[in-house]
């Protein structure tokens, strides 16, 4: 078994910089349940809501106050400084990793600030606004552009890379996911399956804590730091 750690990150991980999760206790976006409108049907019914509905995440994750926080940073420290491959597969959409100086990020549901074509299927950096008559930049056709994000419903993203990565890495930590998205949630099921160390760091419970052979309650900026730490301390 190889030395590979990975760390799948969920919502939580991103709260501590300002950005809401989906089941805070309001679970809502704009007075929208993101379950009703992060769908392919939504986007068909009323495409123009569901730009807004990310229009508006993109500028609140592009604004002044939302930058990586300590959880953020330690895991790219854990990258830069741990002797074997540290992969963070993230169910996010915000780019909080990658700003943190995270280089091996796989983005299991897309990413906000990226945009893709329906018409050529090209992929390119989104626009702070997206709209209904927004042009592809490729193909030149119009309306048929939309946030590059997985949809509930649709094919997550680098689902093969990331099972097999599962199925070969030493630890699995998930940190600040409610586990109550699949395929993401039955990830700790397939490293417990093939013999990898698993730990749950979370503010509360999820739904898939009793699969965790380690769980550490508190927030993500001060218990991934301390779990970072170890894992360096312990190499
Ligand atoms: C799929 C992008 C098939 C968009 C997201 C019917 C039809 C089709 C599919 C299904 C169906 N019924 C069920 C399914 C499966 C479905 C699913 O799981 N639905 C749920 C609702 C039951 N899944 C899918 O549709 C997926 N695709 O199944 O395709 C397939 C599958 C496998 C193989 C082949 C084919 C696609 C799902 C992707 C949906 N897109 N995001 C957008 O962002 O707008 S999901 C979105 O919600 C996020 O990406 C994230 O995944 C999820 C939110 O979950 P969390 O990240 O866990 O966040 P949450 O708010 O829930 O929890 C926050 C946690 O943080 C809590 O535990 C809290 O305690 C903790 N926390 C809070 N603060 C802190 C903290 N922890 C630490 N520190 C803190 N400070």
Same mark, same amino acid.
């Given at each position: 078994?190889?030395?590979?750690?990975?760390?799948?990150?969920?919502?939580?991980?991103?709260?501590?910089?300002?950005?809401?999760?989906?089941?805070?206790?309001?679970?809502?976006?704009?007075?929208?349940?993101?379950?009703?409108?992060?769908?392919?049907?939504?986007?068909?019914?009323?495409?123009?809501?569901?730009?807004?509905?990310?229009?508006?995440?993109?500028?609140?994750?592009?604004?002044?106050?939302?930058?990586?926080?300590?959880?953020?940073?330690?895991?790219?420290?854990?990258?830069?400084?741990?002797?074997?491959?540290?992969?963070?597969?993230?169910?996010?959409?915000?780019?909080?990793?990658?700003?943190?100086?995270?280089?091996?990020?796989?983005?299991?549901?897309?990413?906000?600030?990226?945009?893709?074509?329906?018409?050529?299927?090209?992929?390119?950096?989104?626009?702070?606004?997206?709209? @209904?008559?927004?042009?592809?930049?490729?193909?030149? %056709?119009?309306?048929? &552009?939309? #946030?590059?994000? +997985?949809? =509930? $419903?649709?094919?997550?993203?680098?689902?093969?890379?990331?099972?097999?990565?599962?199925?070969?890495?030493?630890?699995?930590?998930?940190?600040?996911?409610?586990?109550?998205?699949?395929?993401?949630?039955?990830?700790?099921? @397939?490293?417990?399956?093939?013999?990898?160390?698993? %730990?749950?760091?979370? &503010?509360? #419970?999820?739904? +898939?804590? =009793? $699969?965790?052979?380690?769980?550490?309650?508190?927030?993500?900026?001060?218990?991934?730091?301390?779990?970072?730490?170890?894992?360096?301390?312990?190499?």
């Amino acid at each position: 078994m190889s030395r590979r750690i990975v760390v799948l990150t969920g919502a939580g991980i991103s709260a501590e910089s300002g950005i809401r999760t989906f089941r805070a206790a309001d679970g809502l976006w704009e007075d929208h349940r993101p379950e009703d409108v992060a769908t392919p049907e939504a986007f068909e019914a009323d495409p123009a809501l569901v730009h807004r509905f990310y229009n508006a995440r993109r500028a609140h994750l592009s604004s002044d106050g939302v930058e990586p926080n300590a959880a953020h940073l330690a895991l790219a420290r854990l990258e830069q400084e741990y002797d074997g491959d540290v992969l963070i597969v993230t169910q996010n959409i915000d780019d909080l990793h990658e700003r943190a100086g995270s280089r091996n990020v796989l983005h299991l549901h897309g990413e906000l600030l990226k945009m893709s074509c329906t018409e050529c299927a090209a992929v390119r950096d989104a626009w702070p606004e997206l709209g @209904v008559d927004s042009i592809c930049p490729g193909c030149g %056709v119009s309306g048929r &552009l939309r #946030p590059h994000v +997985v949809w =509930f $419903g649709e094919m997550p993203i680098g689902l093969e890379g990331i099972l097999e990565a599962l199925e070969d890495c030493s630890v699995f930590a998930a940190v600040g996911t409610s586990g109550n998205v699949y395929p993401a949630a039955g990830f700790v099921h @397939v490293a417990a399956a093939a013999g990898a160390q698993t %730990v749950e760091l979370n &503010l509360e #419970p999820s739904e +898939v804590s =009793f $699969g965790f052979a380690e769980v550490r309650r508190g927030p993500a900026a001060s218990e991934v730091p301390r779990w970072v730490d170890e894992v360096l301390t312990n190499q």
